[in-house]
C-alpha cells in the first residue's frame, strides 16, 4: 500500500521564512535582477482574486516562475532585514508576529511551483529547479543565520514567561527558537559559512537525484512487441499498456514502473521471464551506470549530512533531526523498530513456506524470489480465502469511491459536504476541484484530486497545500491530493483495487488535517508538525475504507450500481491480515536502511551504496532474500529528495498511534458525529500549537499502545 503522503520539505516553504530557503549573497544580490523581471504582467505579482486565492493555473506559464521565485526572495530578505534592524526594543509583535507576515509572494509561488514539479514537470521546471534549489538553501541560512534577528528572537524568548501570551502564542515562541537553534543560529561565523555550503551542496544533490530518479523510472518501464509475454492481464490492462506504448510512440506495449520495489503488475503476470525481467528493472533502475545513476549521489549526501550534523554539535544525522520529533533519539526510533522486526520476519517465514509449498505442488522447480512473490501469494490468497483481485475491481470504481466512500465518510464524521467547481483553474486536463463545506454550510476549503499516472509525475502519493490556513493572514486551506492509479483506456472505468482505495482515504485524511486547521500563525498551522505525527490523521482515516458502515456505501459494481455480495465483502475483511509479513517487514526495512544512513558518523568513509545496503540489511536482521526493501537505497526518494531522512520509520510510529486512535473509536462507537467532532477539536484543527505527545494523550486518555497495531496487522502472538 502506498503511503507516501506529503512532502514535510515542500510543507515547510508554506510557512513563513523560517523554513524555507535561498542564498544571504544570493539574495540580496538579485534585488535588481528581480525588479527586471518581474512585473505585474507575472500572474503571482499580486495575491490571487480566485476564491479562496487558489492559483490562476490558466494564466501560469512554465517561465513565469524563476523570475516570481527570484522577487520573492529579494522581497523576503529586505522584509527580515527590516525587523532585523528594527531600533525598537524586540517584543512578541515587532519580532515573532512579523517574521510570520514575511515571504507571502514566495511562499505564493512556490507553493504553486512545487505542485506542478512534482505532478506535471517538464523540461523548463526542471531547470528551475536546478537553478532555484542553491539559492533556496542559501535563502533558508540568509534567515536562520541572521545573527540580529536571531538576538531579538533571542531576547522575546528569555522573557516569555512574563509576556502573558495565549498558550499558542507561547508555543511560537518556543517553536521558532528552537528551529533556528537546530539550523545553526549558535555557530561562530566560520561554523556558519561552512554550514551554508553544506547546505547549498545538500540542496542541489537533492534536487539532481530527483531529476535523476525521474528519468531513471521513466527508462525502467518494460516493453514488449508480444503480447504474450503479458499472459495473465485483463484486457483493460492490456489496452492500458498499449496507450502507454502509443503515448511513448512506441510499438507494441509498455508497462511503467512505481516507485515501488515490488510492481502491481506482478501479481497478474504468468510469464516468470517476465516478472524476473520487471522486477530486475524496478530493483536496477537507478543504478545502470548511466547519467540516470543515483549511487553517487545518495553517497556524497549522506556524506554531507554526517559533516553538517557533526558542524552544530551532534554524532550523527538523525540524532540532529530527531530532536523535534516525538521518538527524539535515533536509538528510540530502532528500539522500537527493532521490537517489531521479529513478529514481522517470522510472520514473513511463514508466509514465504506457504508460496514455496503452492510453487512445489505446481511442479515450478524453482525457490520463490522476489519477483514470484506477488504472483504466487495472489493464488495463495485465493485459495485461502476463494479472493480474486479481477473479481473485486469492478466494485471500485475511482469515483464512485471518491464520492460514495471518502466523501461519505468525512460527512458522516464532521458533517462536511462537497461541490464539484469547474470554474478554478487547473493544471492538468485529468485534475478535478471540488469546494468543501462546513457542517454549518459555510466554506471551510478547495480541494484538487489527480489520480492517474503520467511520466512527468513523481512516483506514490502525497497531499499538499496551495494555500495554507492562517488567520493571521486571512487564509482558508487549499489543498490536494496526488495519487498514481493506472489510467484506463479511452471509454473504460477506472477500477481501483483495494489497495488504491486505501490509498485515497489516506491521502485525504493528510487533506482533511490541512482542511481542519483552525490556527492563527501559518509556522503552527495544519500538517506542520513532526513527521512521526504527520501520518498519524492520514493512517488513521485509511480504517473507515474498511468500516462496514462505508464500505457498504461505496462497494457498488460500476455497471450494474448492486451492493458488493456480503460473501465477496467477507472474504476481503477476512483476508487483511493476509501477507502482513511481506508487508511490513518490505517497510521495516526501508526504515531500518534509512536510519542507518544517516546514523554515519563524520568520520566515516564514503560508502558504496550496494555494499552498504548488504551489511546495513544484515545488522538489522532483515536481510529476507524473498522479501527486498519497499525502497532501495538508490531510489529512496522519501530519504534523499523529500525530507524524510532519518524519518522513513514515522510510518510505523504513526501507525501505532492511528491503530489505537481507531480502537478508541471502536470502544466509544464507532463512526460518530460526536466522536469526529470531538478528535477535529481536540487533534486534527490544533496543528503544532501544544506538545503532540500531550495533545495524543489528552484526546486518548493515555499513552499509546503497540497492541492494537499488532492486532489490526495480524501479528499478535507471532
Excluded at 503571482?44 to 479562496?52: D, E, G, I, N
Excluded at 524568548?157 to 528551529?179: C, N, T
Excluded at 517470522?346 to 503452492?358: N, S
Excluded at 532474500?625 to 519497499?630: D, T
Amino acid at each position: 500500500m502506498m503511503k507516501l503522503h506529503i512532502d514535510w520539505v515542500k510543507r515547510s516553504i508554506l510557512t513563513t521564512g523560517i523554513s524555507i530557503a535561498v542564498c544571504a549573497a544570493g539574495a540580496t544580490a538579485q534585488t535588481g535582477t528581480a525588479a527586471a523581471g518581474f512585473g505585474p504582467s507575472n500572474p503571482f505579482y499580486a495575491p490571487s482574486t480566485l476564491p479562496f486565492q487558489a492559483p490562476p493555473f490558466d494564466r501560469i506559464k512554465d517561465s513565469d516562475y524563476q523570475p516570481a521565485i527570484d522577487a520573492g526572495m529579494a522581497q523576503q530578505i529586505g522584509e527580515v532585514e527590516a525587523i532585523a534592524n528594527n531600533p525598537a526594543p524586540p517584543t512578541f509583535e515587532n519580532t515573532i508576529v512579523a517574521l510570520e507576515r514575511t515571504g507571502q509572494l514566495l511562499t505564493r509561488v512556490w507553493a504553486a511551483f512545487n505542485c506542478v514539479t512534482g505532478a506535471n514537470t517538464g523540461d523548463e521546471l526542471q531547470k528551475a529547479q536546478e537553478y532555484e534549489a542553491p539559492r533556496l538553501a542559501a535563502h533558508q541560512d540568509a534567515i536562520n543565520l541572521n545573527a540580529k534577528l536571531f538576538a531579538r528572537m533571542k531576547a522575546v524568548y528569555d522573557q516569555r514567561a512574563s509576556l502573558h501570551l495565549d498558550s499558542e502564542a507561547l508555543r511560537l515562541v518556543e517553536y521558532d527558537y528552537q528551529q533556528f537553534v537546530k539550523a545553526g543560529a549558535n555557530l561562530s561565523e566560520a561554523d556558519k559559512a561552512k554550514l551554508k555550503k553544506l547546505n547549498e551542496e545538500e540542496a542541489t544533490l537533492e534536487n539532481t537525484f530527483t531529476n535523476q530518479l525521474l528519468a531513471a523510472t521513466k527508462a525502467g518501464a518494460f516493453s514488449t512487441t508480444d503480447v504474450g509475454a503479458l499472459a495473465g492481464l485483463g484486457d483493460a490492462q492490456i489496452a492500458a499498456a498499449a496507450q502507454d506504448a502509443q503515448a511513448r510512440k512506441q510499438q507494441g506495449w509498455l508497462l511503467p514502473l512505481q516507485n515501488t520495489t515490488q510492481q502491481p503488475v506482478l501479481a497478474f503476470l504468468a510469464g516468470r521471464a517476465t516478472r524476473q525481467a520487471i522486477f530486475e528493472s524496478s530493483w536496477n533502475r537507478a543504478e545502470k551506470g548511466d547519467t540516470n545513476d543515483t549511487r553517487a549521489t545518495i553517497a556524497r549526501l549522506a556524506e554531507l549530512r554526517a559533516a553538517k550534523a557533526a558542524l552544530l554539535g551532534f554524532p550523527n544525522y538523525a540524532a540532529w533531526t530527531l530532536t523535534d520529533q516525538m521518538a527524539k533519539t535515533p536509538e528510540a526510533a530502532k528500539h522500537f523498530l527493532d521490537a517489531l522486526a521479529p513478529a514481522s520476519t517470522a510472520r514473513a517465514a511463514g508466509e514465504a513456506k506457504d508460496i514455496q509449498a503452492l510453487i512445489d505442488a505446481q511442479h515450478g522447480g524453482f525457490t520463490v524470489e522476489p519477483w514470484d512473490w506477488e504472483f504466487y501469494s495472489e493464488q495463495v490468497r485465493k485459495a485461502k480465502y476463494d479472493l480474486d483481485q479481477s473479481e473485486i475491481k469492478p466494485y471500485f470504481e475511482l469515483n464512485n469511491v471518491l464520492e460514495n466512500g471518502v466523501f461519505y465518510a468525512a460527512h458522516q464524521l464532521y458533517g462536511l459536504t462537497f461541490k464539484e467547481r469547474k470554474d478554478i483553474p487547473i493544471y492538468q486536463q485529468d485534475v478535478r476541484v471540488f469546494e468543501v463545506y462546513d457542517a454549518d454550510g459555510k466554506p471551510l476549503a478547495l480541494w484538487y484530486c489527480d489520480y492517474f499516472k503520467r511520466d512527468n509525475k513523481n512516483g506514490g502519493a502525497w497531499m499538499d497545500s496551495l494555500v495554507g490556513q492562517s488567520k493571521l493572514l486571512g487564509q482558508l486551506p487549499v489543498v490536494f491530493n496526488v495519487a498514481n492509479f493506472e489510467k484506463p483506456a479511452p471509454g473504460e472505468p477506472a477500477l481501483l483495487s483495494f489497495d488504491d482505495v486505501t490509498t485515497m482515504f489516506h491521502e485525504f485524511g493528510h487533506g482533511l488535517h490541512g482542511m481542519f486547521a483552525n490556527t492563527v500563525y501559518p509556522s503552527l498551522s495544519g500538517t506542520q508538525v513532526p513527521r512521526d505525527f504527520v501520518e498519524f490523521p492520514s493512517q488513521f482515516n485509511e480504517h473507515w475504507a474498511s468500516y462496514p458502515a462505508v464500505f457498504q456505501h461505496y462497494a457498488r459494481h460500476y455497471k450494474t450500481g448492486e451492493a458488493m455480495p456480503a460473501a465477496l465483502a467477507e472474504k476481503i475483511a477476512k483476508s487483511k491480515t493476509f501477507n502482513q509479513g511481506y508487508l511490513f517487514t518490505e517497510i521495516l526495512a526501508a526504515s531500518e536502511l534509512d536510519l542507518e544512513w544517516h546514523m554515519l558518523p563524520a568520520s566515516a568513509p564514503l560508502q558504496k551504496p550496494d555494499v552498504f545496503e548488504t551489511e546495513a540489511l544484515k545488522r538489522t536482521h532483515l536481510d529476507l532474500g524473498y522479501v527486498p526493501p519497499r525502497y532501495r537505497s538508490s531510489y529512496f526518494m522519501h530519504i534523499w529528495a523529500n525530507g524524510y531522512a532519518a524519518g522513513y520509520y514515522a510510518y510505523s510510529w504513526s501507525e501505532m498511534l492511528d491503530d489505537d486512535a481507531f480502537q478508541w473509536f471502536l470502544d466509544h462507537g464507532g463512526m460518530t458525529r460526536a466522536n469526529g467532532d470531538r478528535f477535529r477539536r481536540m487533534v486534527l484543527s490544533r496543528g503544532n500549537t501544544e506538545d503532540l505527545e500531550k495533545m495524543y494523550d489528552t484526546w486518548l486518555g493515555g499513552q499509546p499502545s503497540i497492541e492494537p497495531m499488532l492486532k489490526f496487522r495480524g501479528l499478535k502472538g507471532e
